[in-house]
């Protein structure tokens, strides 16, 4: 399949203190586009956009603060487009029901951790996202959290049940479960085509 | 297992890469791994140093302190049970640990066979010496896959033998034609559909983690090098001499793992890592990753 050749110039970067994010590496690469590993605020300097992985939001947070990169990554986002899954969304989250874990208050929506239960409780299912995707996307929920309090300026692009899995607002895309984890890149297509490319 | 099935428990091993599980054998150390930034704690009841020193038989852990770890952490909370032993692990199961590590560091309950872990939902973890030993484990259903290394010793040859082991045999694999895949599966002793997607694939169908010696910053740099994509830390963190930044160290050696200049800074001032053994102070028969077949 021949790539947007918009697609040459950007280079994504992926926070790598821990986590999927080789996974998301891999779902970049299916679509011909680069990706570069963020360990270092240098690191930051050379992308056009942020993806925070999945992982423990715990040992994000402490990494993050005590190697001196939650300063640098909060500036990076005031400008930078920015993808979160599961753990990566929880950062992204205005607020989280545990101590432990801070955010960058990027998207307007309260994040609840292993809101299904521990890891028996972990599932997939076919998720329907018409304003993303021309087909069903199989998602993978990893001892997924929940978002709640959803504010008024965020828009709601996929729901499983009663709840809202898949939020965007302004530059900010979150999904509580694992896009990375599939063969499907569809998702990462729609966060650079839609979000990405139209914010430069 | 269904291919969902299989996704979930793998699951949750993609997003404890790059990260430290650690052994913890109370609610305050758990709390102690957490903040240092442990991935994931390993509920049980004697690290794998005081279970070699005690003797006896080593069996799964008190549910009771199982709960209270949980109660403790908000991390995944993984728990040991005896090999072959599958009531043990129903009862992990009902306790809903997050992952179940059929472990060689307890007394066998079963000299012949295995769990069989597909009849579980709760993902397990298994020992490998080599890569017909991790191929029958994953053919029983387990998700995840770690060196067995010589637990309880702070020594590293084991965890490196085995590594290398498994990764020369992939590569091996990998080079024979598809006619000879038959009499390769036959010679180790391995599932003929695993023996061919792995010569298909070049690696092994699950992650790969790192068990059994680690006791430095520089340890998991080396089993992280070697391809470990996550590394579990037993005896060395408490019986360290401050556990507390030792943990924290090693946390960092994940993430940092090929950045010696960073490794460098890591490794300064920690105190004494854990005492340790040489592998000829041990006799074969306290050898524990003998255990398993």
């Known amino acids: 399949m021949p790539h947007p050749e918009a697609y040459n110039d950007l280079t994504i970067g992926i926070m790598a203190m821990q986590g999927s994010f080789a996974k998301h590496a891999y779902s970049l690469g299916n679509l011909g586009i680069k990706s ?112 709640e309090n959803i504010g008024p300026g965020v828009s709601t692009l996929a729901v499983y049940g009663a709840e809202q899995v898949m939020l965007k607002q302004g530059n900010v895309l979150i999904a509580s479960f694992h896009p990375e984890l599939t063969d499907d890149s569809g998702i990462h297509k729609y966060f650079i085509d839609e979000i990405v490319l139209k914010s430069r | 297992m269904s291919k969902d099935l299989f996704e979930v428990k793998t699951g949750l091993a993609e997003m404890l890469k790059g990260g430290v599980i650690m052994d913890v054998t109370n609610p305050k150390e758990a709390e102690i791994a957490e903040k240092a930034g442990a991935v994931a704690v390993m509920a049980l009841e004697r690290i794998p140093a005081d279970i070699r020193k005690d003797g006896g038989i080593a069996r799964a852990s008190d549910p009771k302190m199982i709960k209270e770890i949980q109660k403790r952490v908000s991390i995944p909370v993984m728990a040991k049970c005896r090999i072959g032993h599958f009531a043990e692990a129903q009862i992990l199961e009902s ?51 770690r060196t067995k290394g010589e637990p309880g010793t702070g020594n590293i040859v084991e965890a490196v033998r085995h590594m290398r082991t498994i990764n020369t045999e992939i590569a091996i694999l990998a080079t024979l034609r598809d006619d000879e895949l038959m009499a390769a599966a036959k010679e180790m002793g391995a599932p003929f559909h695993l023996v061919n997607q792995v010569a298909e694939t070049g690696k092994l169908p699950v992650p790969n983690f790192s068990a059994g010696g680690i006791a430095t910053p520089a340890d998991a740099s080396l089993m992280m090098q070697l391809g470990a994509e996550t590394i579990f830390v037993g005896s060395g963190i408490f019986k360290s001499q401050n556990p507390d930044a030792m943990a924290k160290a090693i946390v960092q050696a994940a993430t940092f793992y090929d950045n010696p200049d960073k490794l460098a800074e890591i490794s300064e001032g920690l105190g004494s890592a854990m005492k340790g053994l040489d592998m000829s102070e041990i006799t074969p028969e306290e050898r524990m990753q003998d255990r398993g077949w």
């Open chain 1, 36 to 147: 570069r590993v963020i360990r270092s605020a240098e690191d930051l300097a050379q992308v056009d956009a942020v993806i925070l992985p999945g992982g423990e939001s715990t040992t994000m947070t402490l990494l993050l603060e005590n190697e001196g990169l939650w300063e640098p990554l909060n500036e990076a986002l005031k400008t930078l487009p920015v993808f979160g899954t599961c753990a990566g969304a929880i950062l992204l989250g205005r607020q989280i029901d545990d101590p432990r874990v801070h955010c960058f208050e990027k998207i307007d929506v309260e994040t609840v951790r292993n809101a299904y239960g521990r890891q028996v409780e972990s599932f997939t299912t076919a998720l329907v996202m018409p304003r993303v995707l021309d087909h069903d996307f199989h998602a993978i929920f990893i001892r997924a959290p929940k978002f």
């Open chain 2, 95 to 145: 306790l809903k640990v997050d992952y179940i590590d059929e472990s060689e560091v307890l007394t066998p309950a079963d000299e012949a066979n295995h769990i069989w872990k597909h009849d579980f939902k709760t993902p397990f973890v298994c020992g490998a010496t080599n890569l017909a030993e991790a191929l029958r484990r994953i053919g029983e259903g387990a998700a995840l896959i």
